[in-house]
């Protein structure tokens, strides 16, 4: 099956966050400040076809 969409998952923890691009299953880890966020978003800029980005909190900290 051809994809024309990507989705990027993103899990968000105090000190970092984690991603994944779907269809590739590309991975990458960020450090949560601000050099780390700039990072991803040179990251996610260069990408096209970006249908949705998707946020989910490390369950420990879901709970503060």
Known sequence: M????RFVGIDISKSSFD???LPEGRMASFANTAAGIAAFIALVARLSGIERLVLGTHPRWAAL
Do not use: K, L, N
């Open 2 to 5: 051809t994809y024309t969409s």
């Open 19 to 21: 991603i994944c691009i």
